[in-house]
């Protein structure tokens, strides 16, 4: 695809006057003693809940000596922890300290007053296409350097069906709650079920389906339902990554295609169900403006779990 080249001076002048306004000219970010990439190790952090310093290699885009001195200085302010991983004693995981967690707190008042006293500024209609436009480029600009560090196999999302989408997400949603809810061949043979009659009604507007592959295989995927529910309410179903992406920003990637997709489309809300337990997911979710709207035990899925239904009213910023 062509790109004009006044668009992309535009672009170019719009992002150093991002970059001189939000502080990143500064050597301390958002109110702390600390820099930018501390700042963004410690959200990272906080939303996955434990991380390796592999893991913040990739997500940072940093060498691995730059992060292995920053996480050292992180360990000796006391805002993060090393714990051994449960199936490997020799990989360290980085979670956040009390003190961690207070910091984080603090960066999020800082950056949301932050964004809030500038889209105060812009009408509504110009805040949704801030948003919208800036986690389009977001994703763009990420695309282009999984590209090169993968060698030409990045991770990529699309949307629409592929064939074996049905088997494979179901496969992935089989393996994932069978180790961590129990779950077996009735959750499975449901998950089958609800995916199948869902693919043979992809052609009506308000149904959509995106996809992560990587190598034309499928590692995850996300599904707005825009019929089941009425009420002009979406339902979020069958969000899954495959463990050998998690970590890579991709589960991000995919409910941010799925809100702007809800917000041009013009849902009222969004619901989606999940269980208790799934940290990350639910820092995800909250991170994207859902909110715990109810919480229930029940034994549908053959063992007893505590379900739980989040909820995202329209225009909650991303």
């Known amino acids: 695809m062509t790109v004009d080249p006044p668009l992309v001076e ?23 003693d600390y820099s930018a990439s501390a700042v963004h190790a410690l959200l990272e952090i906080a939303s996955a809940g434990t991380l390796t310093a592999a893991q913040l290699v990739q997500l940072l885009g940093l060498e691995k000596s730059s992060v292995s001195r920053m996480m050292g200085k992180l360990i000796d302010a006391g805002e993060l922890e090393e714990a051994a991983r449960d199936e490997d004693a020799r990989v360290k995981q980085l ?20 964004v809030t006293s500038a889209l105060e500024h812009l009408s509504r209609s110009e805040q949704q296409a801030v948003a919208q436009g800036l986690a389009a480029y977001a994703r763009a600009l990420s695309a282009v350097r999984t590209s090169v560090k993968a060698a030409g196999s990045p991770i990529t999302v699309s949307s629409g069906y592929r064939p074996g989408l049905v088997g494979r997400v179901t496969e992935m949603h089989a393996a994932f709650y069978s180790r961590h809810a129990n779950f077996g061949q009735f959750f499975e043979s449901q998950v089958a079920m609800g995916l ?16 992560a592959t990587h190598d034309e295989r499928i ?40 809100l702007c997709f809800c917000d041009q ?16 997911a639910r820092r995800l979710y909250e991170a994207f403006g859902f909110e715990l709207t109810s919480e229930a035990t029940g034994q549908q899925w053959g063992t007893s779990v505590t379900e739980q239904q989040f909820t995202r009213i329209r225009n909650t910023p991303i």
């Open 95 to 114: 979670r956040l300290t009390d003190k961690g967690k207070e910091t984080v707190a603090h960066i999020h008042r800082y950056g949301q007053a932050q």
């Open 265 to 280: 489309f013009g849902f009222a809300a969004i619901q989606l169900w999940t269980f208790k337990g799934l940290d990350a």
């Open 10 to 32: 535009e672009i170019r002048r719009a992002s150093r006057t991002m970059v001189r306004e939000l502080g990143f000219m500064r050597t301390t970010l958002a109110a702390t």
């Open 196 to 211: 199948a009659d869902f693919a043979g009604r992809l052609e009506p507007p308000c149904n959509r389906v995106w996809v």
């Open 219 to 258: 590692v995850g995927s996300i599904v707005i339902d825009g019929e089941d529910l009425g009420n002009n309410q979406a339902h979020l179903r069958w969000f899954i990554l495959d463990d050998g992406c998690r970590g890579r920003g991709v589960g991000r990637q995919l409910l941010s295609e799925a």
